[in-house]
């Protein structure tokens, strides 16, 4: 555990979306992380202002380097510096990797169900990642039910497509705005019965892992358990916000 | 001062001396739990303090109820950074609750339908300092905010404030609960960022 403010350096920046960046860092001294755990950031002005936010490792890399995922909020006061103003060589502080719950533990054989709602895809990427580093030691299987506004909103498509071709992974996409042209889909947001026909079923005793603002992971974990899944099996990480329900 | 951004203002919400170091202030109510909330029914919540011979000191909702109310206002302050200033709350104070409780622990555990756990000094919880709130702004507390009742410990980060509160357990020695077990500060003293181990 380290609790104290270290400094990463900023080694990469890619465009996720039009909407949302990934920063590498290094954090020196760091030796990898546990996937679905987070870092605080923290800005400093030049009077002194700081302001501290926490973001998702979206990695799964030993050593001393992580990955971060932020999206843009319009009206956020920490994630536009850090989407479009951070560039390459600078520093920031940085605490963590922190969180000891919602975690998964490549130890762990059971199936594990991650649903993910628009940038609450971040750790949950962290333990796709994971998953597919350790196989063939893990043969857990993963299922990802993430919620988008459109196909060229979700992060890490490409990846994506390439990992679900392993027969240890399957994702399923939900378009509440638009969906890809031509497919025949109706947008819709996610309901209750899209969800169940979606998600491992009770008798598989899947470990969930739900992700995203506020609403969404309220709103979906409710589902699950009057569906009957066993609340102690529900992992959330609610990121805030009050809007985007699913 | 840590590394400055070039380019970085920030909103500077942060001259209120109320202001614990490093938080920031929010008008809304965010809401933070490791799993689903909980849906507890008045008439099937009771709440106990269980002391170290094992004796059950047991409320009903309608006997936690008739108990003396305090409306008390105050700041919380929340480890993931966020304040809240002058949140109003309904309950009863720990220190109704602890008359008739005969102890000699000095710690406690706060346990919560669905499994939650915190951990508190009995001090930090007598001596006008902590409720059993079931009211927010007038209203009853909403599940998500963790009614029907939940522990109000506002000097300590939120998380000990425990959601769905339905007991103490007096424990001779201190433990850690589920946050501190899971990287969290044992006493949560916001004043001193006490936010991790
Ligand atoms: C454990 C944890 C991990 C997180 N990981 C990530 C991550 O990997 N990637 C990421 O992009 N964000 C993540 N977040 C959210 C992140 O911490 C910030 O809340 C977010 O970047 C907004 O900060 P801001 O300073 O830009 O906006 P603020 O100035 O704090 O808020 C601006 C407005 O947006 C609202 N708001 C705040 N957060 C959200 C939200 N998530 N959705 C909708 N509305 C919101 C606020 O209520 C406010 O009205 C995580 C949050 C937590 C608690």
């Given at each position: ?11 990469g ?34 009077d ?33 510096y850090l ?109 209750a ?8 079923p ?19 974990a ?25 | ?73 105050q ?65 009853t ?10 522990l109000?410990?506002p ?43």
């Open positions: 555990m380290r609790t104290g403010w270290n400094v990463a350096e900023v080694i920046v890619t465009q996720e979306t039009r909407t949302a960046r990934t920063l590498r860092l290094r954090l020196p001294g760091l030796t990898g992380h546990r996937p679905g755990q987070h870092v605080d950031v923290r800005l400093t002005a030049e002194g202002y700081t302001a501290v936010r926490s973001y998702s490792v979206a990695s799964a890399l030993p050593g001393d380097e992580l990955e971060l995922t932020v999206e843009e909020l319009d009206d956020g006061e920490v994630s536009p989407v479009h103003q951070v560039a390459v060589g600078d520093q920031l502080e940085v605490r963590g990797p922190v969180g000891g719950w919602f975690v998964w533990d490549p130890a762990d054989p059971s199936p594990v169900q991650l649903i993910a709602g628009g940038s609450g895809v971040v750790p949950l990427m962290a333990m796709i990642r994971a998953h597919a580093a350790a196989s063939p030691g893990s043969t857990a299987p993963f299922r990802l039910l993430y919620s988008v506004r459109s196909p060229d909103s979700g992060y890490y498509s490409a990846e994506l497509d390439e990992l679900a071709r392993s027969p240890l992974l399957s994702v399923t996409y939900v378009y509440t705005r638009e969906a890809p042209a031509g497919s025949g889909i109706t947008p819709h947001r996610l309901d019965a899209t969800l169940l026909a979606a998600v491992l009770v008798d598989d005793h899947p470990a969930f892992f739900i992700c995203g603002a506020t609403a969404f992971v309220e709103t979906v409710d589902w699950l358990v009057r569906a009957g899944y066993p609340a102690d099996r529900i992992k959330t990480e609610r990121y805030g916000g009050t809007g985007s329900r699913p | 001062m840590g590394i400055v951004s070039p380019g970085f203002f920030g909103r500077r919400r942060r001259d209120d001396p109320a202001l614990p170091p490093g938080q920031y202030l929010t008008e809304g109510f965010p809401v933070l739990s490791a799993g689903p909330t909980p849906r507890i029914a008045p008439d099937e919540w009771e709440f106990t303090i269980t002391t170290e011979t094992d004796q059950v000191h047991r409320w009903s909702w309608d006997e936690f109820l008739a108990l003396k109310q305090d409306d008390v206002t700041d919380i302050h929340c480890v993931t950074s966020w304040s809240k200033l002058g949140t109003s709350w309904r309950g009863v104070s720990l220190d109704t609750l602890f008359e008739s409780v005969e102890s000699d622990c000095e710690f406690t555990m706060a346990h919560s339908y669905g499994g939650y756990t915190t951990n508190v000094p009995l001090d930090d919880l007598l001596g006008g300092k902590a409720w059993i709130a079931h009211e927010f702004d007038g209203e507390l909403e599940p998500a905010h963790g009614g029907p009742a939940r109000l410990v000097h300590l980060y939120f998380w000990k404030s425990a959601k769905w509160v339905r007991g103490l357990e007096m424990l001779r020695q201190d433990e850690p609960g589920f946050w501190e077990s899971n990287g969290y500060h044992m006493y949560g003293d916001p004043w001193r960022e006490e936010r991790y181990w």
